[in-house]
C-alpha cells in the first residue's frame, strides 16, 4: 500500500512578484490571492511553494495578475520534482556515468528517498530538457566542429527488462550533448536511425565513436558510419567487470551476516542477563553493538564492497578484542569473534 507522505513539518515558501509598483500607473501592487501551491522535492528538500499574485491597487488597471517568475521556474508545469533534481540527476547518470543504484543511494544521502521507477523518469525528463536546449549549443560550436569534426559518445541505459531506452550521443571533447533520445527498442536499426543519422545530417565529420561494448550499438555504428574507428568505453567495461565480484561480495556478505547473527544471539542474551554493574559486560555490550552496526554495511554497485569491509571490520574487532583478553580486561567468553575459522572460512569464498 502507499504510504501517505507527512506533510506537517515541511517548510513553507512565498514567493511574490519582483515588481512592487505598477509599471502603467505607478501604484502599490497589493496581494490578490494565491495563484497555485504545491509540495516541491527539491535538492535541498521538500518544500511547500506558494506563489502569490499582485495586482494594481488602482480599479483601472487592476485586472492584470503579476506573478513570481522564480516560482515559475523552479520546476516544469505541473511536477512536483524541481529542475535542479532533475538536472542532478542527469548529471550524475549521464556525465558521471552512475548507475541507478548509486544515484538512489547519493538520493539516500540527501534524505531524498526516490523510487528506481521515479529516478527513471527524471531521466526521461532530462533527456526531453537536454533536447529542447541542445540546437542553439550545436550552432554556438559550429566553427570548432567544422575544423576538428566530432568524437562521438554513445551511451544507453536499459533501465529494467522490457522497458524504453535511453539513449544520449555527446560529442566527447566539447562534452556537448548532440542527441537524446528514449527508444522503446535497442535494436541496431533503430540506433541508426534516431541516434547515428540525426548526427551525421548534421554535416561534420565523424572522427571516432566511444561505446559500451553492447552488440547493436556496434552494428549500428558499422551499419552508419562505416570505417569510423570504434573503442569500448573504458567506464562500462570496468563497471562490468566489476559486477561479478560485487555479486561475489554479496554472497560473501550474506554468509558472513548470517553465521555471525547467530553466534551473537546467545551472547547478546547472556549479557542482557547479567550484572549491568559489571564493567566487562559493559565493554562486551560495547562490542556487540559495534557488531550490530558493521552487520548492517550495504554495498553499492560496482565498487563500494559491503562483504570486504564487513571482513575488515570483523577482523578490527577480533584483533582489538585479543588485545583486552590479553590484558586480563574480560574473559574470553566470546568464542564466536575470537575464533578463526569464520574469517578464513569466509576468504575462501572469495572469487580468485
Ligand atoms: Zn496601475
Redesign the pocket.
Known sequence: MRKAKNNKNVPKRYYRPTLTT?P????LLRRCWTLWDKYLVTLAGRVHIFSLGYS???P???QIIYRSVDAEQMSPKGYSFGFDLIVQIGWWRFWEHRTLDEIAMLLKAKHLPISRRHILNLIGDFLALLRAAQPAKIEAHRDYFQRHGLVLSLDGMEPEQGNEMLFIVREANLDLTLVAETLYSSRADLISRQLLEPVKALGFRIRAVVSDADKNIRRAVEASLSGCPHQACQVHCLCEAGQPIFEADRAMKTDLRRDIRAKLRPISRGLSQSSQEDPQVAVLTDYSEALRDALRADGVSPFKLAGLKLYAELQRLETSLRHCQKKGGILSCLPCLTSRPFATNMLSRMPN
Not at 502603467?24 to 501604484?27: F, I, K, L, V
Open positions: 505598477c502603467r500607473c505607478g501604484a494594481c491597487s488602482r483601472r488597471c487592476s
